[in-house]
Nanobody, 120 residues
């Protein structure tokens, strides 16, 4: 059974950078995702990476600022976040599953989340 555990969240200032990590236990041959849930809002898609790591996709709100990567040897997923904005404040979750972001929201395997707070 696949289990996911996020780490690396914290309190930063606008313009700062932060890297989140997701440790994956158990073998998975599916795409991996980062989602986030801002305070009082629905969970939203942030980024995805294919099983091979060759394909990355991003939500428009983070494209050019965030980078998703995969270390298959360590079985980890990372999210490098640059030029952070107060609107990036959210609980960040990694997830794994098939069928794209909408399917993973319903049926994916999820970590417990890590809080990122960006002050202005």
């Amino acid at each position: 059974q696949v289990r996911l555990a996020e780490s690396g969240g914290g309190l930063v200032q606008a313009g700062d950078s932060l890297t989140l990590s997701c440790a994956m236990s158990g073998r998975t041959f599916t795409s991996a995702y980062w989602f986030r849930q801002p305070p009082g809002k629905e969970r939203e898609y942030v980024a995805a990476i294919s099983w091979s790591g060759a394909v990355q996709q991003y939500a428009a709100s983070v494209k050019g600022r965030f980078t998703i990567s995969r270390d298959s040897a360590k079985n980890t997923i990372s999210l490098q976040m640059n030029n952070l904005k107060p609107d990036d404040t959210a609980v960040y979750f990694c997830a794994s599953g098939r069928g794209g972001p909408a399917a993973v929201l319903d049926n994916g395997v999820w970590g417990q989340g890590t809080q990122v707070t960006v002050s202005s």
